[in-house]
T-cell receptor, first 115, second 117 residues
Framework: AQTVTQSQPEMSVQEAETVTLSCTYD???????LFWYKQPPSRQMILVIR??????QNATENRFSVNFQKAAKSFSLKISDSQLGDAAMYFC????????????FGTGTRLTIIP | EAGVVQSPRYKIIEKKQPVAFWCNPI?????LYWYLQNLGQGPELLIR????????DSQLPKDRFSAERLKGVDSTLKIQPAELGDSAVYLC???????????????FGPGTRLTVL
């Protein structure tokens, strides 16, 4: 079974600075997907970024980028130019590449933005 | 385009009472998921539907939980009777593709926060 570990329960960053959230996972599969979701107090899970394991290039979405290290089974999220609206719980998630299998989530990192 | 819709947003019930949650997925999405999120945890899958068929219900406690997805669109998750430990957030998600094709992104609704007293 796959597992996802987020070792930072809480992180904080000054507004406009850069922060990196860590995620490691364990799997015996070679083809899979990794995701970062954001969950603000409204509870709705919002997709931040997605990475296909077969792609060597790290995914980027505006101020959000990932550092995907397949051999190390590491998938960190970097948020640049942090904004107050980035404050939320961030969940790392894993999915097999066999057609919409379930997402396996980590326990989350609560990110606080300091004005 | 409308997102995943869930109702109610909040529900408070006494233990041993029944409760039902409703989900309307994004239009055209064939796959629907129900997740359970306990406080301070990530969501965990309860059941996954492809069209009308429940293709993964291995984590659904079938003694008290049931679900249906009539006509392959809306879905209802029911708990009867509810227990104190069922207090949690129930999330619904949907995605466009079905098994055998490339994994597609899951889009989540706002969830229902259940409190059992």
């Amino acid at each position: 079974a796959q597992t996802v570990t987020q070792s930072q329960p809480e992180m904080s960053v000054q507004e406009a600075e850069t922060v990196t959230l860590s995620c490691t996972y364990d799997t015996s599969e070679s083809d899979y997907y990794l995701f970062w979701y954001k969950q603000p107090p409204s509870r709705q899970m919002i997709l931040v970024i997605r990475q296909e394991a077969y792609k060597q290039q790290n995914a980027t979405e505006n101020r959000f980028s990932v550092n995907f290290q397949k051999a190390a089974k590491s998938f960190s999220l970097k948020i640049s130019d942090s904004q107050l609206g980035d404050a939320a719980m961030y969940f790392c998630a894993y999915s097999s590449n066999f057609g919409n299998e379930k997402l396996t989530f980590g326990t989350g990192t609560r990110l606080t933005i300091i004005p | 385009e409308a997102g995943v819709v869930q109702s109610p947003r909040y529900k408070i019930i006494e233990k041993k009472q029944p409760v039902a949650f409703w989900c309307n997925p994004i239009s055209g999405h064939n796959t629907l998921y129900w997740y359970l999120q306990n406080l301070g945890q990530g969501p965990e899958l309860l059941i996954r539907y492809e069209n009308e068929e429940a293709v993964d219900d291995s984590q659904l406690p079938k003694d008290r939980f049931s679900a249906e997805r009539l006509k392959g669109v809306d879905s209802t998750l029911k708990i009867q009777p509810a227990e104190l430990g069922d207090s949690a957030v129930y999330l619904c998600a949907s995605s466009a593709r079905t098994s055998g094709s490339e994994t597609d992104t899951q889009y989540f609704g706002p969830g229902t926060r259940l409190t059992v007293l």
